[in-house]
Structures are given as structure tokens and as C-alpha cells.
């Protein structure tokens, strides 16, 4: 049959670059070293599938059947080697390379309408006039009210010159408006925001590790300038991505020279060391990492090298704990595969990689701030003990801010962005100094008030909260990100706190200075 000499090649083909690859794979029940036993089993594949194809009760998708064949023969590997079909390898590279073809807005769902959130400046969508609080109603003249947001996303994705007509209700006006948009490549920023929180004291945050982060961090320590006396470094929730810019990001806080990680497989050629190739044009200011339990991999690399070098204090939660390193290999078709050739250590010498054996795929991804027993000790350049085994612990344990349950329901109920969104129909004229009065104030609870949520005592108690939420919906809609996460990080604790430990941290890197001058290197992976 056609199909499944199509089937088994492209099985082959990834099969190959499996076996190509080298991995030994103890976790395989069995291992294929001859082209006859790889024929074998690709015969009893195709007959499975044929026998499937012609008997089962419903219509066999053969392509979907090959895909989870090949997710299911990876996750046996380890829960990192993944397979993306086309579709999901173009969006992969999207991510990676930091730009995508769309409208430029940011899009959430609230009470099952899509709602856009914000809009990056200089973008189609921004340029039209599309605003943050419009409610997108049609998609190419198809209703979109009770779309995921995964499925409005990719509807207003498309080729770059592509047209695309978005329909959306703006509150104060009657009819929809009506938008033809030129999709054009927008910008994906892994560095959304890089401000001053206290006089010479800067917040960085890092989202994600694309092509484009090294470039971006750059750009925002230059923003910050040279009278930095003390820099917060955000990873809490960042997943990740390219080892290369990972090592590149480090390299912008450590001294030229100094380890970045050490990578190590059956191969020969994945062994590599890593270090800072030119080091940091100023490191010597303070300075804090925030992460969290979503914090993993590249996050881990950059957050472990600081941390093992007297760098800089670490805060918050347990990281993720990922200490594998994936290569990725481009297939035939348009689809691609990301296989662990490679462990990776920290510059002293750990391990941060989670235990997965004996545990489901789902377990693995869904046990993450567990502690787990530290399996090595190692120990930093001021001689600090650090754990390995079980992701990056922080040198002051933090949980995240936490909600009262007044709080939570204006949060969970998007409160302050509904009643910001009216406000803003009723105001048109952008305020560049906006401080809730008790004029606003009043509104908001009559607001509360029409929609049956708690207001009374609660809201005397948490005044300087709904203060700080309204001003942080305003700002964010009328002004912009940045300056709208300046005043979302005064209800941070972890950011708090970090701004709290910087004499801490610039102590620990004075002293680990005059310690690494007194005596010879020593206590690294080699």
C-alpha cells in the first residue's frame, strides 16, 4: 500500500537519526543493531497498522498513528526527547528565532470572549488602532466568542502579507468595528522589561532563551547605565530554550572566563566546556535571580552558574530540575525531532536533573516543586555547600505572593480590567498621571456592587491593593507593559525581598572576590 511505504519511511528516517545519534537508551526494552532487526520491526509496525486500517471499527488516521508512535518510542527515552509534527516545528523555530507573522496583540479569554489585552506599538493591530479591552468578536467573518485562546491565536496567525478581518466590540460603542489587517512580523520580545524599581536598583526579566534574548538583555543593561549599584534577575516561569543563549546571557554577569556548564554524553563530540567568552562589562554590582518551580533548563544553567560562582544570591522556589540537553534534528517533511544527546553539570560540578525513572511521563511534569533528596553535595567558590539531584534550590526559600479570597475573586473575575475598560470608553483622553481617587473609588464599588461581588469590609481592608490594581489596568492599557510591571511588582513579595537581600548579595560577592584572590582554583567539573 502507498500510504504505509510512506508511513515506513518516514519512520526510518527518524529511526535513523535515533541510531545515528548514539543513543544507547537503557530505558529501550530492546535496541536494534542490525539493519535486519530495524526491518523487522518496521514490518510489524506497518502490519499493525495495515491490520488497523482495514478492520478496525472507525477510520484509521495513519498520520496521527505514525506521530504517536514516535511520541510514544521518545518519552520511552526520557520525558524531554519530543517529536514536532510540521505544523508544530514551523511554530517551534517562530519561537526560537523570536518573531512570528500576526497583528500584534496580546489576547486572553475573559467570561469565554477572546479580549485583547494589549498591543505592541509599531505593529498592524496597533497602527489601526485596535485597543486593549476590545473584545474580538469575528475572525475572518467566523464567530470566535467561545474559541480557545490557542484557536484565536492561530487564526490571526498567518503568512507574512496575508490579510486577515477582525471584527470587535469596543465598549461605549454599538456596532462592531471593523479591521482589515496586514499580517507582518511582530517582534517576540524574551526580555518584555528592563526598569529602575528603587533609585539605582534595576528589574530584568527574562521570559524564555531565544536567538534574540543575548541582544535583548544587553539592550536593557545598557537602559539601566552604568550607575547599576544592584540588579533583580527574573526567570521564575521561563522554561527555557537555547543552550547558546543561555551561555550568552551568563556571560553578561560573569568574569571572562569562568564556567558556564559542562556538557557530557556517550559521544565524544557533545562533551564540551563552557565559559564566559568576553565577561561582564560591569559585575560589580549586586545582584539577586528570582525562580521558581517553572524555572528550568537554560533558566537552571544561568541561575546555577551565579550561583556556584558567589555571583549573586538566588531566591525564591526550588527550579524545575532539567539537566538535559537536547540537540535538534530538522526530518523530512517539515517535521523535526529534539533528542537529549547530552547531561549537563553546573561550573562546581552538579547534576540538577530531576529523577524520571520509575515514574509516568505525567507524574514527572506534574510533581515539579517536590523536594527531592539532594543526591551530591558540591560547593561554591566561597566554599557554600550546593545540593544537586533536584533542580536549583535557592540560597533563601521564598513561596510566591499569595491571594486573599477578596482578592482572588476580583482577580479570577478580571474586575479591574472590565471596570478599566468601561472607564476608558467614558474617558477617552489618555491621563499620563492616574491615581485612583475616591471618586474612582466609589465607581469601583458601585461596579462590585451591579455584578453581586463582595465589596464592603473586604474592601476597606484591602484598599492599597485595588489601588494598586486599578492604576497597574490603567497603565497597562493606556501607556504600556514596562511601566505597568513597576507597579505590579510592589505587590511581589519575592521581588521585595529581593530588593531586601542586594547588601546581602554585594557582601557575598566582595568576599568571594577576596577569596578567589587568595588561593588557587579549585572544586570545578573538569
Known sequence: MNRNRLI?????VVLTVLLMSGLSGSRLYARPRTSGDLDRLLKTYTQVLSLAEENYADPV????????????????????????????????????RGNFFGLGISVTIINGQPTVVSTLPGTPAHRLG???????????????????????????????????QVS???????DLLDFTVVRDAIPRHSVPVAVFVRPKIGYIRIEDFTETTVREVEEGLRELGPELEGLILDLRGNPGGSLQAAIGVADKFLKQGQDVLLTK???????????????AANSSYAMVVLINNDSASASEIVAGAIQDHDRGLILGETSFGKGLVQSVFELS????????????YTPSGRLIQRDYSRKSYYDYFNEKGKEAQPTEIRHTDSGRKVYGGGGIKPDVALPASSFNEFQSVLLNTASFFTFVRSYNAQHPEPQQTFEPNEELLQQF????????????????????????RLKYEYVLSRIGYEEAQRIALEDDLQALKAVELLPQARTLLVNSGKDLASRAPSGHAN
Open 333 to 344: 517533511q517539515g517535521a523535526g525531532v529534539a533528542l537529549t544527546t547530552a547531561k549537563w
Open 130 to 164: 485596535i485597543r486593549s479591552g476590545d473584545i474580538i468578536v469575528k475572525i475572518d467573518g467566523q464567530p470566535s466568542i467561545g474559541l480557545a485562546r490557542d484557536q484565536v491565536v492561530e487564526r490571526l496567525r498567518g503568512p507574512k502579507g496575508t490579510v486577515v
Open 61 to 96: 488516521n495513519a498520520e496521527k498513528s505514525l506521530y504517536s508512535a514516535i511520541r510514544g518510542m521518545l518519552q520511552m527515552l526520557d520525558p524531554h526527547s519530543s517529536f514536532f509534527d510540521p505544523k508544530t516545528y514551523r511554530l517551534f523555530r517562530d519561537d526560537q
Open 265 to 279: 554524553g556517550r559521544l565524544l563530540s557533545v562533551n564540551h566546556r563552557y565559559v564566559a567568552p568576553k565577561g
Open 168 to 174: 470587535v466590540q469596543r465598549e461605549g460603542i454599538g
Open 8 to 12: 515506513v519511511a518516514a519512520l526510518w
Open 445 to 468: 464599588r458601585a461596579y462590585l456592587r451591579s455584578r453581586d461581588l463582595p465589596w464592603q469590609q473586604p474592601f476597606e481592608q484591602n484598599l492599597d491593593f485595588v489601588k494598586r
